[in-house]
């Protein structure tokens, strides 16, 4: 991927929204249309009783001539928290097979932050051995320099230093960060926080996996570090600044993680006005580095909106409440979503219109997640059906946490190899484009009943397919449905999809495991990483013109809708 120049620094501050768990929400009342009037409901027919045709086939058709949205190319994006400094994995963000699994992704921003952003600590020490924690040479501190020289040196290759690791150092980093956890967590239901030094060592580890997966870096600064009369100390700032200058490194800037939750993590309060100082320290900051004067600075963030806490999205969304799979198939735990997104909106739309909200930290459980089920198959309707209501309601950017660190909430697993949230993630990238369609349906619900809610056990969303797809010519449309029925639901393309040739990708949990998957198949075949570079080839399955999509029940499908000339899609 090629470099990005340094960004234009915005005129006034972009709202981070941040999540600790994966909430999701069914698609809003403007994307669908179930009355009774609908241009596509059809009259029984052939003796059958009334409403036959209405529960056994959905029509739907999308709005081709403008989209609804338009986001940020990066929006399904990825996050990092700090704590890998303490656990040791930041050093294996070198290992070629994360390199690639990280660049599969791109385009995306990487934000390294999260709950102890605001106990980092950067130093530039010579003598950086003293400071990095356990790492590669510790562990092969016992093996010969010649395995060393073959299986960890870091090869540069096209600027980049990517390693293969042993099995026997993979190993013992699995055991110290198991056990680094357990402090982590201890320090996390306690409230007393240990500080993370962050040295350039490790900056540079960091800096060169964003830099050879062709991701753009956010860095989160520490907002607590504060003078006696509560202003911002800049001193570790400057200093991390000054050397990421000097290294030329394009990286965009964040300050602080949510601080409406400093009063129940340290027992003292920054308010809206010292906050509000410290931006414009910090931006005051970065424009004395020449190096970053036109550097991005997003913020602040802050938890979901309850009484006071308006302006700040913080979700503990799955903090218990799911703790089997069944879990996941609940429409009411799916829509939780929109109005937190909704009163965050209108919050920011009144103080700073124009500005966007971004949905960062969302992962599919709390504290690490549980082990066989958050990461599994069936955590997928979460992830998938959050993507599509956050593009629905105009969210710019999802930032999903984590792409790799100890736990059962990632994207990648502690043995670098891909969850089914990943390829979820990577269908999203190579199908999904960031214009945002209507979507018109017919026969999907039942007649609304007074004081009755009536969930959606299928979801449905569109979007121009991605221009970064070189299989596709621009005008293509992207629809991806989500069954969470325990039937095969059947859909017809009417209107303007009729009679379209269709590409369809449907993934579906392989094994016997069910829900409970590890894997995923993609139209019937296991996918798994060629080698630790290579990805298997998502291969298509063709449906003639004018068949019947078939959603077995439980399932996720995107579907390309071929040469469709969208004008909203062709610009």
């Not at 809610?453 to 629809?479: F, P």
């Amino acid at each position: 991927m090629p470099k990005s120049s340094p960004c234009v620094f915005p005129r006034s501050l972009l709202w981070l929204a941040s999540l600790a768990t994966l909430p999701a929400q069914s698609v809003l009342s403007s994307s669908y249309s179930s009355s009774s009037s609908s241009p596509y409901q059809r009259p029984a027919a052939g003796g059958k009783r009334p409403g036959f045709m209405e529960r056994t086939l959905v029509l739907l058709d999308v709005n081709t001539r403008s989209p609804i949205r338009v986001l940020n190319d990066n929006f399904l994006s990825l996050q990092l928290d700090p704590s890998i400094i303490k656990d040791g994995w930041l050093d294996f963000l070198s290992s070629k097979r994360l390199v690639t699994l990280a660049r599969g992704l791109a385009p995306a921003f990487l934000r390294f932050g999260g709950k102890r952003t605001d106990f980092l600590q950067f130093n530039n020490q010579k003598n950086l051995a003293k400071f990095r924690g356990p790492g590669p040479d510790y562990y092969l501190k016992n093996y010969e320099d010649d395995i060393v020289r073959s299986d960890v040196a870091l090869d540069k290759q096209n600027g980049c230093k990517v390693a293969n690791h042993p099995d026997i150092m993979l190993e013992l980093q699995r055991e110290k960060a198991a056990t680094t956890h357990l402090v982590l967590l201890k320090e996390q239901l306690s409230n007393i926080y240990s500080n993370i030094t962050i040295t350039a060592r490790s900056l540079d580890k960091l800096y060169n996996f964003v830099d050879c997966a062709g991701l753009h870096l956010i860095l989160g600064l520490n907002a607590l570090h504060r003078n006696p009369d509560n202003s911002w100390n800049t001193s570790s700032t400057l200093s991390l600044l000054k050397y990421s200058a000097g290294k030329k490194y394009n990286i965009s800037w964040e300050l602080g993680n949510e601080p409406n939750a400093y009063r129940s993590m340290v027992g003292r309060a920054v308010n809206s006005t010292q906050l509000a100082q410290d931006y414009t320290k910090l931006r005051t900051l970065l424009q004395s580095v020449r190096y970053y004067h036109r550097a991005h600075l997003y913020g602040p963030n802050a938890g979901r909106p309850q009484k006071n806490a308006i302006l700040l999205l913080d979700g503990y969304y799955m903090d218990g409440r799911v703790n089997k799979v069944e879990d996941f198939l609940k429409t009411r735990l799916l829509d939780t979503l929109t109005e937190q997104i909704t009163k965050v909106t209108k919050v920011v739309n009144v103080h700073t219109p124009g500005k966007k909200v971004w949905l960062g930290g969302l992962g599919p459980a709390w504290t690490g997640g549980i082990n066989n089920l958050s990461d599994t198959y069936a955590a997928g309707f979460l992830w998938v059906n959050t993507l599509g209501m956050a593009a629905v309601q105009g969210i710019d950017v999802v930032l999903r946490h984590s792409f790799f660190d100890y736990g059962y909430t990632h994207l990648v697993d502690q043995n670098f190899n891909p969850l089914p949230d990943y390829w979820f993630s990577l269908v999203f990238k190579r199908l999904v484009g960031p214009r945002v369609l209507a979507v018109r349906v017919a026969g999907l619900q039942r007649k609304p009943q007074p004081g009755r809610v009536i969930r959606d056990k299928l979801r449905i969303y569109a979007h121009c397919t991605s221009y970064y797809n070189h299989n596709y010519v621009r005008g293509s449309i992207t629809i991806y449905i989500i069954n969470l029925h325990r039937s095969r639901k059947k859909i017809k393309l009417a209107g303007t999809l009729r009679n379209r040739t269709v590409h369809q990708y449907l993934l579906q949990p392989y094994g016997t495991d069910g829900l409970k998957a590890k894997h995923v198949q993609l139209n019937g075949e296991k996918l798994l990483m060629v080698d630790n570079e290579t990805f298997p080839v998502l291969k298509p399955k063709t449906l003639r013109a004018g068949r019947t999509i078939a959603m077995p029940p439980m399932t996720i499908g995107f579907y390309v809708i071929k040469n469709m000339n969208a004008y909203a899609c062709r610009r």
